[in-house]
């Protein structure tokens, strides 16, 4: 994380409501929209500006934040493709593991309106595989452990 990200994440921790929910849609947005361009100005704004209005309502700032930090993280992980989606997907994992609470922040109506049939066959995939991810992980908080253990025997 260079100077610049590590200022504004501390600066937005401390001013912010309940920042971490924020960031945490924010990383799953970016990892999904990432998946599928090749380059930062490839991706289209105006899905998750939608998004952002559906969560946040009448909330211009938040919904700003999000956007910010959604280009940010979508700039770093493409700087740093392959390997920072399987940084991003680990992150999330952990931040999950940790939080449980943060899987309902999942949306997978929200993450599906990011999937691109108009990309090549290795991003289309590798796009519905961080969906389906996403989706294993939110079905998995959203079910009662006894439940989830009980599946995998």
């Known amino acids: 994380m260079g100077a610049k990200t ?3 994440t501390v600066f937005r921790e401390l001013f912010l409501y309940h920042y971490k929910s924020l960031e945490f849609r924010a990383e799953i947005f970016a990892l999904i929209i990432a998946s599928g361009c090749k380059n930062a100005k490839e991706y289209n704004l105006n ?5 952002a209005v559906d969560i ?3 909330d211009r700032h938040r919904r700003g934040v999000l956007l910010n930090i959604v280009k940010e993280y979508v ?3 493409l700087r740093n493709a392959p390997a920072s ?3 991003a997907v680990k992150d999330i994992n952990r931040k999950i593991k940790s939080n449980k609470s943060l899987a309902i922040k999942i949306n997978m109506n929200h993450i599906d309106r990011f999937l691109r049939d108009d990309i090549d066959e ?7 595989r961080i969906a389906e991810f996403l989706e294993d992980q939110s079905k998995e908080a959203s079910c009662p452990i ?8």
């Open 122 to 128: 290795s991003k289309q995939l590798l796009q519905r």
């Open 47 to 51: 899905t998750l500006k939608e998004i």
């Open 56 to 58: 946040y309502g009448n």
């Open 85 to 87: 989606y399987d940084e």
């Open 6 to 8: 590590w200022l504004l």
């Open 146 to 153: 006894n439940m989830v253990k009980n599946e995998n025997l």
């Open 75 to 77: 700039a770093m992980i």
